[in-house]
């Protein structure tokens, strides 16, 4: 039993690793791409341009709003196996076609079903969750944090790398199509790690959950109601569950108004108060927050010294510095380029405490209360979802509105905001009681 759980976490961790590194490939040009997009189809201001980088990168998120808690209710029925295999599936899909869009309305369109069809962050804790222990599940939650860092390090270094193969390759590249689609190489590339990963977990990833562990197929498989079943019914879920879920989705609301304007920020000319990186610079930026990402989740979280602290303490300390990070950032300036490396350690220290604490004692006290993981994990997801969408939304908004204007309220206002958010989170953790006796009281 052993051999086979630490077989699982093993192709579990590749799995996750090289299918986000496919996710991530997209980071450094995601927001130039829809802005070339916008500019193409007539949006030439400033703000209704930015704006839809906005749009766009929330019509993922819907998708994985809409679908999320459908798939990892399925998973509960059916095994994680095949709803992970979808995902991947789907991936390398979406990503390929992505690459070819040549408007924002078939943009949106493939965003949204990649989005639709990827609910493997959520399945793959509830995997972890069924082949864990109590005492094991910290340790395990850092391993797959460790993933997320390594392919956030190694995506977006790649992605910046193979961005515009025409200008920085030449030879090959060197034609009128690779001029026109400057962003398809590393779509391209993502959509077949994600195939790669599909492979693998076909030919080796095993189940996690017994048929017998399995929920019984419901008589009207209603899956529409089933997802505002999982969203209105959360106060059906223990309080701590609740809590839990309320202080990731506002976290995540702040986490991704940073994320949705930090490239334009970072493109932002100089003379404007920007920083003017290109897709390659942004790929290296994104890389060191990897690092720092693995060395936390996949060092510290694994240490004994983070297992003997209280996890809910390192919450509230990784949202602080969090949000100390991201209210640091339109502070930034191009020279020097080491500056810049503080505040982004601070999120991504911030980020890879929260993260796996907090997954931790999700899972801890849905086991306690014999809740189905993939019933709270899909419902965290769909109110992680339900960030996802309002953050970027509401920070293009705000950037539009502000990044031209003088005085007070200009493009620092954002980032002013996603740090409000992060204060608001550590508020309402404040409220956590744990049922079960995993942590101390």
């Known amino acids: 039993m ?10 579990l961790f590749l799995v996750v690793l090289i299918d986000l590194i496919g996710l991530t490939l997209v980071i450094p040009f995601l927001t130039y791409f829809i802005q070339d997009l916008a500019t193409g189809d007539g949006f030439t201001d400033v703000g209704s341009r930015d704006l839809w980088v906005g749009i766009v990168l929330a019509t993922y998120t819907f998708g994985q709003f809409l679908f999320t808690p459908i798939l990892g209710a399925l998973s509960d029925r059916v095994g994680r196996r095949p709803i992970i295999m979808i995902g991947l599936l789907s991936n390398t899909i979406f990503f390929i076609a992505f690459g070819l869009a040549q408007s924002l309305w078939f943009a949106l369109i493939v965003r949204f079903l990649a989005g639709a069809g990827n609910g493997n ?30 392919g956030f390090m190694i995506g977006p270094f790649i992605g910046g790398i193979l961005t515009d193969p025409y200008t920085n390759f030449g030879g090959f590249f060197e034609t009128g199509w690779w001029e026109s689609h400057p962003y398809f190489l590393p779509c391209l590339f993502a959509g077949l790690l994600s195939f790669m990963s599909f492979i693998l977990a076909i030919r080796h990833l095993p189940e996690s959950l017994p048929i017998e562990a399995r929920a019984k197929p419901e008589e009207n498989r209603n899956y529409l109601g089933q997802l505002v079943g999982n969203l209105i019914k959360i106060r059906d879920l223990s309080r701590p569950v609740q809590i839990l879920i309320l202080v990731n989705a506002i976290f995540l609301t702040s986490f991704t108004i940073m994320h949705a304007t930090f490239i334009l920020f970072t493109g932002m000319p100089i003379e404007d108060g920007g920083l003017g990186f290109d897709a390659k610079e942004n790929g290296y930026l994104f890389a060191y927050v ?12 694994r240490s004994s010294l983070a297992q003997r602290l209280d996890s809910r303490k390192m919450m509230v300390f990784g949202i602080l510095i969090c949000g100390l990070g991201i209210g640091w950032i339109p502070y930034l300036r191009p020279e020097p380029f080491l500056l810049g490396l503080i505040p982004m350690t601070f999120i991504a220290l ?18 306690s209360t014999s809740l189905d ?9 769909g109110y992680g979802a339900m960030a996802r969408i309002i953050g970027p939304i509401v920070a293009a908004f705000v950037w539009a509105e502000t990044v031209d204007s003088p005085g007070k309220w200009d493009y620092h206002t954002v980032f002013r905001l996603s740090f409000m958010l992060a204060i608001v989170a550590v508020i309402s953790q404040l409220a956590l009681r744990l049922s079960h006796h995993g942590e101390e009281e």
């Open 2 to 11: 052993q051999k086979t759980q630490s077989s699982g976490m093993g192709i």
């Open 121 to 150: 962050i959520a399945v793959a804790r509830a995997y972890i969750g069924d082949i864990s222990t109590d005492e094991q599940l910290k340790a395990r939650m850092g391993v797959i944090g460790a993933a997320f860092g390594l």
């Open 290 to 301: 990897g690092l720092v990402g693995v060395l936390v989740q996949g060092g510290f979280m």
């Open 350 to 367: 911030g980020n890879g405490l929260f993260q796996p604490t907090q997954n931790t004692l999700l899972t801890l006290e849905a086991k």
């Open 373 to 381: 993981l993939g019933r709270v994990m899909g419902a965290q997801e």
